[in-house]
């Protein structure tokens, strides 16, 4: 099990927005959360929170690839982005994972750039995009459909070029999906170990949460932790979070109970 530690160098992150975007301040957050624990830094320039607003890529380039640059000796770098030419940028200044939340279909080049740099890529659901996804989701069965669409999302990036040994999935907790969406993914995880590929999961701090209990964002951290620990159990390979080092002790005593 790995923790991938959230670094968001955006204005308008749903829990972190404005924290971390002066390139300095999401450097040393990221070299915080390297020494935490994290052994991947997810850096990214746009929020996708329900109705966050676009961000042109000349911007969001310019937020993330000083980031991107600095943090890669630190720890393996996914870059969190679904435009071309961001994957790019941050792939030349030492990134080599991208998480891309549209599963590589917002721009039809992403894949191709995968493949030729021999890059990790993180296929993730969701429906629509982030203005559209929380219009009334609904589903017939969620965890088939999102196997399904995973399943498809799969043979489309190796059908470009994409090893299969460098996929990973994420059935996207939060996006496009109603709290009992959330709950029943999280509940029945082990289905989609059936894809065959390690499953990336984050939970950490959003709004099914609070549904829960009506915590603020900044008051979730132990559903993230609860979610995260369950996960894990059920078979997720990544957590991806923003609190490492209170994750990376939970998932240490989990383990040491369990065996
Ligand atoms: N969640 C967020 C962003 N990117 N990528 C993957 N693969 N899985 C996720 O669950 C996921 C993701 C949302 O969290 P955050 O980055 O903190 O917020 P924002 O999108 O507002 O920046």
Redesign the pocket.
């Known amino acids: 099990m790995k923790l991938m530690g ?1 670094v ?1 160098v ?1 204005p ?6 404005g924290r971390y975007l002066d390139a300095d301040a999401a450097i040393a957050h990221g070299e915080e959360l390297a020494r935490d624990g994290a052994e991947i830094l ?1 850096i ?1 320039g ?4 329900p109705g ?1 607003a676009e961000v042109d890529a000349g911007e969001e380039l310019r937020r993330t690839e000083p980031v991107v640059a600095a943090l890669a000796g630190r720890a393996a770098v996914s870059i ?1 982005t679904s435009k071309l030419a961001v994957a790019e940028a941050a792939l030349d200044a030492g990134a080599s994972i991208v ?1 891309d ?1 549209t599963a590589l279909r917002r721009d039809p080049e992403m894949a191709a750039l995968c493949a030729d740099r021999g890059a990790g890529v ?1 296929l ?1 659901h969701m429906p629509g995009n ?1 203005r559209t996804m929380q219009d009334n989701p609904s589903y017939g069965d969620v965890v088939d459909e999102i196997k399904a669409f995973l399943a498809e999302r799969i043979e489309a990036a190796v059908a470009a070029g994409v090893e299969k040994e460098r996929i990973w999935l ?1 059935p ?4 496009g999906k109603t709290v009992e969406h959330n709950l029943e993914l999280l509940r029945r995880l082990a289905e989609l170990r059936d894809l065959g590929r390690p499953l ?7 709004s099914f949460i609070g549904k829960i209990d009506g915590s603020e964002v900044d008051e979730r951290l132990g559903g993230s932790i609860a979610s995260s620990v369950l996960a894990a159990a059920e078979g997720a390979d990544v957590l ?1 979070v ?1 609190d490492v080092a209170e994750t990376a002790q939970a998932m240490r005593v989990a383990e040491a109970i369990l065996g």
Do not use: Y
């Open positions: 959230v968001n955006t308008d992150s749903f829990s972190d927005g997810d990214g746009e929020s996708t929170r966050a969190d998480n939340v993180v993730m982030p994420d996207g907790i939060g996006f990336v999961i984050g939970t950490s701090r959003k991806r923003h």
